[in-house]
């Protein structure tokens, strides 16, 4: 089946990331709820790892939170994109779309932030 550049159907993650959603549609629906729902799978998982009682749940649920965990970060750098982009083609109030773009940079920021301090801490660890 030949397809042309023009008649592709995009599929949900291509749309997603070009911002085809609208803002409004991929800030809340694409990005806001999904990370409230991957928030409370992973405090789940968190509670789950407390009260494990033998090696093999344990591991289980820890696999279980890495994998969750890698996805959701995966998702959330892909929706920050997706924001960007969505705000940049807003052609709504033009306070909306620099709204988006603080949020972005700041969650970006904030991400920064928090990769520096966990190295900062493995590196201070490693000190005699």
């Given at each position: 089946?030949?397809?042309?550049?023009?008649?592709?159907?995009?599929?949900?993650?291509?749309?997603?990331?070009?911002?085809?959603?609208?803002?409004?549609?991929?800030?809340?629906?694409?990005?806001?709820?999904?990370?409230?729902?991957?928030?409370?799978?992973?405090?789940?998982?968190?509670?789950?790892?407390?009260?494990?009682?033998?090696?093999?749940?344990?591991?289980?649920?820890?696999?279980?939170?890495?994998?969750?965990?890698?996805?959701?970060?995966?998702?959330?750098?892909?929706?920050?994109?997706?924001?960007?982009?969505?705000?940049?083609?807003?052609?709504?109030?033009?306070?909306?779309?620099?709204?988006?773009?603080?949020?972005?940079?700041?969650?970006?920021?904030f991400l920064g932030t928090l990769y520096g301090l966990s190295s900062l801490s493995l590196s201070l660890d490693s000190l005699p």
């Open positions: 089946m030949a397809v042309s550049g023009t008649n592709v159907k995009r599929v949900f993650p291509v749309r997603l990331v070009r911002g085809d959603y609208g803002l409004v549609k991929t800030f809340w629906i694409g990005t806001i709820l999904p990370g409230i729902l991957v928030a409370s799978a992973t405090r789940t998982l968190r509670d789950e790892i407390d009260r494990a009682e033998n090696l093999a749940d344990l591991m289980t649920y820890m696999v279980m939170l890495v994998v969750l965990s890698t996805l959701g970060y995966s998702y959330g750098l892909t929706c920050l994109v997706s924001i960007w982009n969505a705000a940049t083609r807003h052609a709504g109030r033009q306070a909306w779309s620099i709204s988006a773009k603080v949020f972005v940079i700041c969650w970006v920021l």
